[in-house]
């Protein structure tokens, strides 16, 4: 017997979480936003946003944050989608444009997988489940 949609999701939001590049504290209350974020302001929207808050310019190039709580989100994101293989595998850029570019039902598709993934991501964000040296 296979494994099922939502244990993939529990699955894949724990190893996203081990390998968190910034602040676990900081990620936390960020995450439980998350879903809401996307339902106030639209998922394109909500990955804009990331976009945005996860680059700062430097010598004329906009570069992202490797290490910032909202490029971290952006990734789990995008990579969840391309798992779902709802995105192409590809820079953020790319790939937020593939967004831009989807199909109404695939777009909405795409959102609804994202807001049931965060679900794992914020209650995994929040269990103590990891070491206290990585707080």
Known sequence: MGTT????????SLEQLEKLPCKREDFKSFAAGLPSMILQNGFGQA???????????????IKF????????????????????????????KEQIL???KMEQMVYLRAQ????????????????????EDKL
């Open 112 to 131: 609804r997988e994202t807001l049931a993934m965060l679900e794992w991501l914020k209650r995994y964000a929040n269990a103590a489940l990891f070491a």
């Open 47 to 61: 990955l804009a946003f990331l976009a945005a808050k996860g680059s700062k310019e430097q010598s004329g190039h």
């Open 65 to 92: 944050k490797s290490e910032d709580k909202h490029f971290a989100a952006l990734k789990i994101i995008l990579a969840w989608l391309v798992n779902c293989e709802l995105l192409q595998a590809g820079d953020e």
């Open 5 to 12: 949609l939502a244990q993939k999701r529990a699955v894949f």
């Open 98 to 100: 593939q967004v831009s």
